[in-house]
């Protein structure tokens, strides 16, 4: 057994009683192939929760900051999260998340960058339109629908691939397809809220 497999069992362990997961739109997800995997960010047991819920092992890129802590510095890399620099273009981070899509491989982000403050979807970032425009990914739109309460049911949707092909052949902005793949993000919440 794997770090990744064994610690996604210990989360499951640990996190199954306190919270009901209700997971929705599973077969939406691409059994085989590059998946870009955009999610909502509203707390820090985001990233665990996705890595429960999706039915392939997820690799998340994750903010530089968290590499730099004694244990985690050493746990992350070996859970499939890789480094990025916040705030700035960081080639190497790029490089290596169009190198997870490549190989066939599932990467997961949060487009927002960073926690919501108040649970409302907020405007993504650039990067995932960069990875959805410049990779041959599918993109698939997850939502996290909480609020994180012990005992209470938490949703995590998964919705069927946004279709890129058009924005790649005219070659659109990242800043477009980010907005295109929140739409899709926050369409998911209002229809499972």
């Known amino acids: 057994m794997n770090l990744y497999t064994f610690a ?18 599973l077969e939406h997800f691409p059994k085989e192939g590059g998946v870009l ?28 900051e968290l590499f730099q ?9 070996n859970i499939r999260a890789f480094p990025v620099k916040r705030g700035m273009s960081d080639r190497e ?12 491989n ?13 649970g409302e979807i907020k405007k993504g970032l650039a990067g995932a339109g960069f990875f959805a425009l410049r990779s041959k990914a599918d993109v698939i739109p997850c939502a996290i629908i909480g609020p994180y309460k ?13 279709p890129m092909d058009e924005l790649r052949e005219r070659k659109a902005s990242a ?5 295109l793949i929140m739409c ?10």
């Open 37 to 64: 995997l955009c999610a909502n960010h509203i707390a820090l047991l985001d990233p665990p929760v996705v890595g429960l819920t999706a039915p392939r092992p997820v690799s998340f890129m994750a903010k530089d």
């Open 106 to 118: 599932v990467m997961g982000l949060f487009p927002e960058g960073t926690r919501s403050e108040d």
């Open 8 to 25: 996604r069992s210990l989360v499951k362990m640990v996190l199954t009683p306190i919270y009901r997961f209700q997971t929705i739109g």
């Open 69 to 77: 802590a004694p244990i985690l510095k050493q746990l992350l890399p």
């Open 150 to 162: 012990p005992f209470k049911r938490l949703k995590v949707v998964y919705g069927k691939p946004i």
């Open 175 to 179: 800043e477009e397809a980010t907005e």
């Open 93 to 104: 981070a790029l490089r290596r998340g169009l190198g997870i899509l490549k190989e066939g």
């Open 184 to 193: 899709h993000i926050k369409q998911l919440i209002d229809n499972h809220r």
